[in-house]
């Protein structure tokens, strides 16, 4: 999501769009013989070792157009993406079967398969799409190629494009982050906000879409009723868990970086490798799966954000985080429910404001001096379920 060269960064802005009724249809047929074709094409070039253009299309140029009648840059962007999905999965050392394209979507090329024409967007091949709504801060960067998505009954338009990296400031102090499975925990020496996870709410769609799973696949039901309706639904909750986690961590990191860039401070967290593995290690459960998807978005999502608003971030090693005294640095002991105690210095706190403590000062250390003097950031309460949509960055 976020490549690019040097001082640039790729993002991709979401467009709704709406056919003409009377072309909704063709829109939907058009995305199917796509999908087939681009499943036609992504066999043939791994069968013929076709992974350069010019053999793509001279293997498969023709019966795109003819076969699967593709207006002919669509075609070449069907052949296109065959050959980057091909590719991936010949690097793929532990590759399974040859990957199948299942959603309605459709690679297209700016001005050669699409144009944005006032409140429409044209396809080539005469289609036209009626603009509901977009983000429109960045209106004045170039539109690169676009991915046209049918799902759940309505059409998107991810348009990519390139803007320049903002640069960073030098931050006057850092904003910490911890994460464990209840709560995220922002903070440092003067402020402390609590987010909590949506892990629950989520595992509870997981659990239904576990539950209908485990009842319909039974040899009771009849095969239509178990591929059909059932099936959707069982998709439609597992889903709606990954979206529950994906809307949260896009939402916190929002946060996070909000706070950080008002009080122009850098954010750090930790280094997640250890900790999905550790994680990776228990007994697979359906929680585990989500609190490392969690963990694994929000840091995406943190990241990226950062990068966009030009907030310096800092990863830290997170051993002994949550168990070494801030302030001397001796082993911590047990005093009650989740609170430590330092039995050399006699510092006491909640688990995870040491946590932050130690992330701070981690990170503090790392930048090594490099500090403007240090502020006390105004940050205000936020109830963590109802911290409603931050202002635009
Ligand atoms: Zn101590």
């Not at 978005?297 to 070494?324: C, M, Y």
């Not at 039995?343 to 688990?351: L, N, V, Y």
Request: one cysteine or more.
């Amino acid at each position: 999501m976020f490549t690019g060269g040097e001082g640039e960064l790729t993002l991709t802005v979401m467009m709704r769009v709406s056919p003409e009724p009377e072309q909704e249809e063709a829109i939907l047929d058009l995305l199917r013989r796509y999908r087939d074709a681009l499943n036609y094409s992504i066999r043939a070039i791994i069968a013929n070792k076709a992974l350069s253009l010019s053999r793509a299309h001279r293997l498969l140029y023709k019966d795109l157009k003819e076969r699967y009648g593709l207006p002919s840059k669509i075609a070449q962007g069907c052949y296109r993406e065959a050959i980057t999905t091909a590719k991936s999965w010949l690097r793929n050392p532990r590759r399974g079967a040859v990957p199948t394209a299942k959603g309605l979507s459709m690679w297209l090329e700016h001005e050669k398969g699409y144009r944005v024409k006032g409140n429409y967007v044209e396809l080539i091949g005469g289609y036209r799409l009626r603009i509901i709504g977009w983000d429109r801060r960045y209106d004045d960067f170039p539109s690169r190629e676009a991915r046209l998505v049918f799902r759940d009954g309505e059409f998107t338009l991810y348009i990519y494009k390139r803007v320049p990296r903002p640069t960073k400031y030098v931050p006057k102090g850092v904003l910490a982050v911890d994460i464990n499975e209840r709560q995220i925990v922002v903070g440092n020496t003067s402020v402390e906000q609590r987010i909590e996870t949506p892990i629950e709410r989520a595992l509870h769609y997981k659990r239904l879409a576990e539950r209908l799973q485990g009842k319909y696949s039974s040899t009771r039901y009849n095969a239509w009723l178990r591929r059909s309706g059932i099936r959707r639904r069982i998709r439609y909750f597992r889903r709606k868990a990954r979206n529950i986690i994906e809307d949260w961590a896009r939402k916190a990191s929002h946060t996070i970086i909000s706070l950080a860039k008002q009080s122009q401070l850098a954010v750090a967290r930790e280094d997640l490798t250890g900790l999905v593995e550790s994680l990776r290690r228990l007994p697979k459960g359906h929680r585990t799966a989500l609190v490392m998807l969690g963990y694994r978005r929000l840091a995406f999502w943190v990241d990226w954000q950062a990068e966009k608003n030009g907030v310096p971030i800092l990863v830290v090693d997170p051993a002994g985080t949550s168990s070494t005294c801030p302030r001397c640095g001796s082993e911590l002991v047990e005093a009650g429910h989740r609170r430590l105690r330092c039995p050399r210095c006699g510092f006491e706190a909640d688990r995870d404001t040491i946590a932050i403590l130690n992330i701070e000062g981690r990170a503090l250390s790392k930048m090594g001096g490099t500090l403007t003097s240090p502020t006390a950031p105004q940050v205000t309460d936020v109830n963590p379920n109802r911290w409603g949509e931050p202002p635009h960055l």
